[in-house]
């Protein structure tokens, strides 16, 4: 064997090894994003099938951060350390998108409160069971935002992510603590924004209820009432939903588009 073989040999190695160890420090990232993506992360979706995404997800983006990758020092002493930075760096990325999810949540809480629907549950996935209304718009809004792209559009904010937040480094605390808490005022203003149907309607329901409470005081208006804002809730939502499920796949597009930008 030939000594400029054996040096080609010695490169090329060093080449495969260094882009395996880039490959590692993707498959982390994207994998500690799977956790918590809205959709990808539910827990609904079965373990295999999120490893699956995350091998996907990974050979989708390690061709295009790659370049990023050739300035890293992808030493033994040192891969630790980044390891524990890009999974920090992917759970961070994803929880700004799942705060979107916690947000129809809120949306649905907020409209199961005012219209008295709060102890009727649905069947969520989650720890604590959620008001059925929560549980319609959070489906409602997964489904629809699944339909506009969202395998797309994660792809490219998990690549847009490596010019936030560059391999193997952390942001500093207080741009994370600046940003999250900009993020949860973005979320619950728009739950709040989602329920103000329900939360008008309710209003309007209880000053009509004192009004004929005032008017007729011996009639049980509470008995007359309650079947009426049920089913005006229900109706409420036929309607409302369609409408109010848009508005949130925009804010949540709009975020991945300019994550640091204004609110949507």
Do not use: C, K
Request: proline share 8%; aromatic share 6%.
């Amino acid at each position: 064997m030939t000594p400029g073989l054996v040096a080609g040999l010695a490169d090329l190695l060093a080449l495969s090894e260094a882009g395996f160890w880039a490959a590692v420090l993707v498959f982390l990232r994207v994998g500690a994003m799977m956790a918590l993506l809205p959709v990808f992360g539910e827990q609904a979706v079965p373990v295999r099938v999120r490893l699956a995404l995350t091998l996907a997800f990974t050979a989708v983006v390690l061709p295009a951060i790659a370049p990023l990758m050739q300035g890293m020092s992808l030493t033994p002493g040192r891969l630790l350390a980044q390891a524990g930075a890009e999974v920090l760096a992917g759970l961070l990325m994803a929880m700004m998108l799942r705060l979107f999810v916690n947000g129809l949540q809120v949306a649905g809480t907020i409209a199961a409160q005012a219209t008295s629907l709060s102890q009727i549950f649905g069947g969520s996935a989650g720890a604590d069971p959620a008001p059925a209304i929560g549980h319609v718009l959070v489906i409602g809004g997964l489904a629809l935002a699944t339909l506009a792209g969202l395998h797309v559009r994660v792809a490219a904010w998990i690549i847009d992510g490596y010019l936030l937040i560059p391999p193997g480094t952390l942001p500093a605390p207080a741009t994370v603590a600046e940003v999250g808490l900009a993020q949860v005022a973005r979320v619950f203003a728009l739950g709040f924004t989602l329920a103000a149907p329900f939360v008008v309607a309710s209003l309007i329901y209880n000053v009509t209820l004192g009004v004929i409470n005032r008017a007729m005081p011996q009639l049980m208006v509470a008995f007359v009432g309650a079947p009426a804002i049920t089913a005006g809730a229900l109706m409420l939502l036929l309607l409302s939903a369609p409408l109010l499920l848009p508005i949130w796949v925009q804010a949540l597009i709009g975020f991945m588009a300019a994550p640091f930008g204004a609110p949507p």
